[in-house]
């Protein structure tokens, strides 16, 4: 039997890590499954619950290792609904892994790329390297910065030389103004530390080979477009429940300023976010239209500015549910550049990517967004966003997804090998 070390160490990986295992639970059947949930950034959201909840589902058991604010409200949550769900330290970690990796049994590590994993990370992947057990890697979004669908391929001479050098000055001006004498290095898992990789197509493929080693990359698609998350969503007691009338659902995905860095240096600097949420609200007032509108935030925003932003509209609130769940009870979504709308395109809701694209934006993602490519319509300025609305309430569109090398099936029965 196959044995699975789910390692979530941030917000982003619960969804991603949840597709990846009900997708193997379809394809290979009786799977055994630990996820281990070690949330290392400082999260500006409030609740996980609906994530931690499509994890549990798919685990055999879950166990939080670490501590946060965030972490202690999942690990209730989830201690009145789940059975097998613990609370460990770093000592039992190792033990609780010893002894769910049988060695007559195939065991594998699942685990995202990128930096920012935290020191759990570098356990875990000794852990595997002495055990010899293999490590299935993946990316918890399609734009992750340097190795994402908007990330220009090494291959690509003069694109990738200006890329690099712009992204040479950036780091450059973040080493002159920081305070700090030493910066902390970011821990992460790397391509070439994983046995697979989890690529999305097979121009992700290009962008990510130079640094995947020996690692073999594997097309996948990506994994919140698998046959079987579809069918955990719509198992979902947040859809089958969620009250539907005549108003007009709208779920907004929004980006913001992470505290702790300069306003220049986010996607979205809060002087835009201010601009595009009253965009955005003035123009459903003026739709005629009874309409609702919930928010969810990036995982790392600040929350607060935010809340101060909708605090006297009675019909605007902030969610914290799974981008899916939120796709599937909306009639209307938009975005202020969020890998999420492959969620609300997926499902057939009319998707609005509305944002102005900054001198940052264009550093981290040369190639600009790839979300209209795949069905979003796309807005840069207000007369724009106001046209691709006046659209979806008057001719009542349905979004068309334009990804079929995203929603390709998988095979793993590699895993087995």
Known sequence: MLNIVNFVPKVQALDKSAATLAEIRRQLGPVRVLSVIGLTEKHQIERIDSLVELVARV?????????????????????????????????????????????????????????????????????????????????????????????????????????????????????????????????????????????????????????????????????????????????????????????????????????????????????????LLDDIVSALDDSGRDWHLRIKPHPIQDVGFLRRLIEDRANVEIVYEAPALLAVTADLAISTYSSTVVDTIAFGVPTIEYFFETPFFRAKHPTGSPFPALGAMEARTNAEFLRCLQNVLTNSLKSTPKFPDLAKQPNFKFLTN
């Open 59 to 275: 685990s055999d058991k879950v166990v939080f290792v670490g501590h946060s604010t965030l972490q202690d409200s999942a690990f209730y949550f989830l201690q009145e609904t789940v059975a097998n769900v613990e609370r460990i330290d770093e000592i039992a970690l190792v033990e609780a892994i010893e002894s769910f990796c049988r060695p007559a049994g195939q065991n594998v590590y699942l685990m995202p790329v990128g930096s920012g994993n935290g020191e759990f990370n570098d356990q875990l992947v000794r852990k595997a390297k002495s055990a010899e057990i293999p490590i299935l890697g993946y990316f918890k979004s399609l734009h992750d910065e340097g190795m994402g669908l908007s990330t220009l391929p090494e291959s690509t001479s003069e694109g990738g030389g200006l890329y690099h050098g712009v992204r040479q000055i950036f780091r450059q001006l973040r080493h002159d103004v920081s305070s700090a004498s030493v910066i902390k290095k970011d821990r992460g898992l790397t391509p070439v530390q994983c046995n697979w990789l989890m690529v999305f197509n097979a121009s992700h493929a290009q962008t990510v080979i130079a640094k995947a080693g020996k690692a073999r990359c594997v097309e996948t698609g990506y994994q919140l477009l698998f046959p079987a998350w579809r069918d955990l969503v719509a198992q979902s007691p947040y859809c089958r429940t969620y009250p539907r009338g005549t108003r007009l659902e709208v779920v907004l995905f929004t980006r913001g300023e992470t505290p702790g860095r300069p306003p220049e240096e986010n996607v979205v600097p809060h002087a835009n976010l201010v601009r």
